[in-house]
């Protein structure tokens, strides 16, 4: 039997948007990661406090998760891009969790600019399988996606498959 979790976290919504499709395709459990202190609801402020290096590199504290990860083989890991790394309460959630030999399938939404986050989220999870990365791209500070609807539902059915 192949569990699967989705895992992500969001600011703007775009990454939850995405980790719902998934949700209604897989019918799989789902996992939103919350930080404990809420980010600002102005954009701006949050984008320019998380650009300095001193700020992108502290780990801010997540709400516990309440789940046995124990229970899945498979995370579905969904993560916005933050100045070209995986969102900080993803790096969090990974660093507090071990994930040895579970498959991570990675997707991550962005503007375009990917960075490093890949290459970030293998470092962190070195003893993982990690497959099937997906870069989806939306219009700048937009709900708009740009990756199209085929290659993420085809994305998705691929990952459906995958035991
Ligand atoms: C603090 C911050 C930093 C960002 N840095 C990047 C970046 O480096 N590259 C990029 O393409 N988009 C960047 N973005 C845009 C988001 O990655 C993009 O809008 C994403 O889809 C948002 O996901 P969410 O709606 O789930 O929060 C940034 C957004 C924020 C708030």
Not at 11 to 34: R, V
Not at 41 to 70: F, G
Not at 101 to 120: P, Q
């Amino acid at each position: 039997m192949n569990n699967k979790l989705i895992v992500y976290f969001t600011y703007t919504n775009n990454t939850k948007s995405i980790a719902e499709k998934i949700k209604n395709e897989l019918d799989c459990d789902i996992l939103q990661i919350k930080t404990v202190i809420p980010y600002s609801t102005n954009y701006e402020v949050v984008v320019n406090d998380e650009h300095n290096s001193e700020a992108s590199n502290r780990l801010p504290e997540i709400e516990d998760i309440n789940i046995d990860l124990d229970k899945y083989d498979t995370i579905i890991l969904g993560t916005p891009v933050w100045w070209y790394r995986p969102a900080p309460a993803i790096r969090t959630f990974l660093t507090k969790n071990d994930l040895m030999g579970k498959n991570i399938i990675v997707f991550a939404t962005n503007a375009g600019w990917l960075g490093k986050t890949f290459i970030e989220i293998k470092k962190l999870c070195p003893n993982s399988n990690i497959t099937n990365e997906m870069n989806i791209v939306f219009e700048s500070n937009s709900s708009k996606l740009e990756t199209s609807i085929s290659d993420i539902m085809n994305w998705i059915d691929i990952i459906k498959e995958k035991s």
